[in-house]
């Protein structure tokens, strides 16, 4: 045995060192990176979800859209349709597709044919039909969508030829195409779905995927890792990356251990109090990028007393922003006063900032009717995420802060996936979450935050479905004309504050920590990120 | 005589099993929620399904029947769903149970090679420098929280010099197949060209929780062979051999070792449920993917089906593992027998 | 009796003076009582002698460094934490609950282990073989594994974790002592005192208790050692105390997130523990070896 180690050693000098002398060593390891992601996904399609963790894990890496955004500027290029045009009255769109896009070829997996205009029209009409065979399969919970209320919207989506899709609207929407070069717009393989049907196993569409992205799907251990290998017939040519590992590591100290000690290559969201820490030291990076999100408290608008907005408004002026802050973000944040962020085109310069005043508070909350103040929970997400890098600890202070008027808060978390899902039965009080957005249109705040569609679908952490706010936010895609959608979008803004369904704390920049070694992870501003353009050096 | 003795421990055993299998059971009913959401692991029952599920699994019929369904489920391996996953159960527990086990038996051999030696030195030379010291490092090592020490050794080796891995039992990046769910054997049975890297890596991995784990059992070890060996030199039936004329190391070797390690067979049932039971903690720090962790994950995610099933599990292996040891050790030691 | 005295005094002192004798000659048994005896003040005094209020968050001194270092302040000897919250206070009052809780555990345990133990020792038959059984069983199961099963019914929390502790601990007190009964009813001192025409209770009361309680010290003291630990792993694994409570187990936890910027957050409560746990396997070996030697000789 000793001696079996003895011979492992020679040839790298070491045992202790790894690194950097394995002539054995094949390709896929070699080349191969890790990323430490913050939790695991929920599902392989990105139709199903939400959550910017799963969003991460599986939209860049294994599928493509018809159209993308330039991380940049925000406009749109195209994708897996190489054109597009619009009718006059603005209802109708026509894409066509990129010629030869190549689906993966797995173990599980065979492709006949490259991508047609019969992919796209199964990836909408699942969503879209509510008779389509796929679309109960698993649920019929496509939050994304119905929070941007694709059902009423999207009328048609049609094949008219083999590379040509036609789109028909109800009415116009300033915002479709934005929505359309989102990461859960992915396209996925009708081949697939139909072979799966024939199995009598539908329901791996989600769980074992088949896409055209940059990686194909090699196994998921849950709670463990995601392994991915590269698709060598991608149609943006092949990665440098052979394979692509997503360790899933929620525990925040853990993750930055495994990046000093390059088990690691990329880490996801170092806390921000590490980041002095990591650019003091030689053989890691910190990457940064400003994000379009938002991170806010938000009160079950259904549940007494948090229907009465004397009550919101007493518990908004309690809140001591500036002290979390400086506490939880480190200072790497904007306080927020509205829920969309200060880049944002449509964003209320002028609005008055919500102030810190205790007193006022109190008198707010005696004039509800709630003098000695009450007993409430505060839900504080168990994961680290962009726009609240620590919800527990922010609790703890928002707690000190409510028994200063008297009330009684106690903070409750528990596992993130039975978390989302009490959420999404609005079992909660209040809650300390946020949002990152997926396109650069206003719109993308607004709509799936608070909503009535949303406050349907679940997403809506206020649970709040003000007829007037609809409204607004309706009118405001009927025009494509940018100052009158403005002008709509102010006034949401304002009756946002008014009402106080949440209130919008803070607006982060995305960090992430990598080795020096890897170079071309880009994170997107508007979603996932993508590790296509990735590559490591020896 | 034997007979008897084997037929009253088989009657123990099953007596174990029937206590164990009626607690797990009345936990469906002992758990907030639905007993029908709890048995199953259906998270999501629609109204059509539910009288079926309710004949299914006898709910509509006396406790004692319900009882006797859930016994035949369990010995048909149906488990009920995870509410987390909505996977069966018992599936996970297959695919996470041997991680555990390889870590414990690692750690097991770990605390019999150090500890045993030890012990004797430290009962033979008791009074030397480097007896005391043992002693005393014991003494040291019994006392320290386990989750502490794992993190002290996880700041020095992982953190400040970089030689040792922090998770896991592998780099990620090695695409070894599962075929037994052990690693080590795993990677020898698979057809990977980088098997002696692999190997090595996993030993890397290995080497912190198996050291983190092997502590406590190691000082029991050494206190237990250091006073039993103490026990068996006061006998009379050395200084006979003594006075016989046998050297020092022969007597020690003759008389003194074999009756000083018979009670130490007892031991490995003993320091195997309290390593299981260590074995959780140590899973948790260093994201060792076995039962420990996923039970404990379970606890906090109020995954009713998923303890119900894991508790079932580790309470039968601690309890069957004892027993057997038991049973050893009567074998190799005919006084047992007559208790 | 070596040697003629002309007095007998030596001989006659009482059991606990010639204990108390046997143990002050081992210095570290000594060490370990005085360690006790501060963790048993710092128990009591807590809540009276923190420098700060435990749960004060102060904005303005967040992950304030140690004294001793350059950056700390005298009024934090041990810094603050990412709260704002003194080190130092939380520490002392942390004693409150990890220390402080295994001694009512432990206590609890001790009093139900003895009547139960009580009962089983003096029962005879059918009864006292299945309670046999059934005690071995659950003797087998470590404390731990016990008491995540039983917060696993009950749900996290630190009451529940007291429950816990207390039933798991029961097992082993109930076993020894029932065999230290049994042990004791042997003797011919007891069969003496029972032809006298003592009832069972007075048989317990006056013959068995005063010979066993020492024999109860040194299980006390063993299942102390577990419960701190107990306590503190199932504080640090989240199934015990919750944060924002001080515990020694939850504040390892809690400071995980600092491993970087505060290792000393990391170090200072595990030291506590270990040093607790020491002490009372210190004195615990102590009484145990001055048992052994007073009645060598």
Redesign the interface.
Known sequence: MIRA?LS?MVPCGS??I?SAC?P???E??QQ?M?YCAEGSPESFNPQRVTSGTTIDAISQQLYDRLLDIDPATGELLPALATQWRLSQDGKTYWFTLRPDVQFHHTAFFSPSRALNATDVTFTFNRILQIDHPYHAIGGTNYPYFQSVDWGSLVKAVIAENNTTVRFELARPDSSFLSNLATDFASILSAEYAQSLMQLGTPELLDLRPIGTGPFFF?EY?????I?YYRHPEYWRGKTELT?L?F?L?P????R???L????CDVVAYP?N??LK?ITERPDVEVQSQTSMNVGFWAFNTKKPPFDNVLVRKALAYAI?KD?IL??VYFGYADKAKTLLPPTSWAFYHDLAEQQYDPVKAKELLAQAGYPQGFRMDIWAMPVQRLYNP?A??MA??MQ?DLAKIGVRASVVS??W??FRRKLSEYEHDSVLIGWAADNADPDNFFRPLLSCSAAESGSNRANWCDPNFDNLINQALLTADIKQRRSFYLTAQLYIDEQMPLVSIAHSKRFQAKSIKVTGVTINPYGGISMAAARKSL | MMLHYFLRRCFLIGFVFVALTILAFSLSYLFPGEVLTNISGLTDIKPEQRQSLIEYYALDQSLLQQYIAYLNRILDGEWGLSFSSQQPVLSEIVAVFPATIELASYALLLSFVLGIPLGLFAAVKADSFLGRLISGITLVAYSIPIFWWALLLIMLFSLTLAVLPTAGRISVLFDIPTTTGFMLPDIWLSDISYKSEATLDALRHLLLPAVVLATFPTTVMIRFTRDSMLAVLEQSYIKTARAKGLSRAQVLYHHGLRNALLPVIRQIGLQFSTLITLAMITEVIFSWPGIGQWLLDSIYQRNYPAIQGGLLVVSCLVIVVNMLTEILHTLFNPLARKA | MKKFRLYFEEQNRGPLTQLWQQFQRQHAAVFGLIMFSFFLLLTILAPVITPHNPYLQNPDLLLLAPSWSDQGLVQYPFGTDDLGRDLMSRLMKGATYTFGIALITVLGSLLMGLALGAMAGMSKGVKSSIFNHVLDLALTIPSLLLAIIIVAVLGPGLWNTTWAIMLALLPQFVHGIRNSIQDTLKQDYVAAYRLDGASNWQVLRYAVLPNIWEHLTVMATMALSTAILDIAALGFLGLGAQAPTSEWGVMIADALDLIYLAPWAIALPGVLVFAAVLSVNLVGDGLRTAMKKRREN
């Open positions: 180690l492992l045992v202790l790894l394995q054995d060593i094949p896929t390891i191969g890790v090699k251990k849950k709670d463990q890792f392994r394979q590992v360790d590591v525990d925040n100290a853990k930055m251990a495994k000093l000690t390059h088990e806390r109090a590490e820490l001591n002290a400086d506490a620590n527990l600890k703890e202070l000190a528990f596992e996936n039975s």
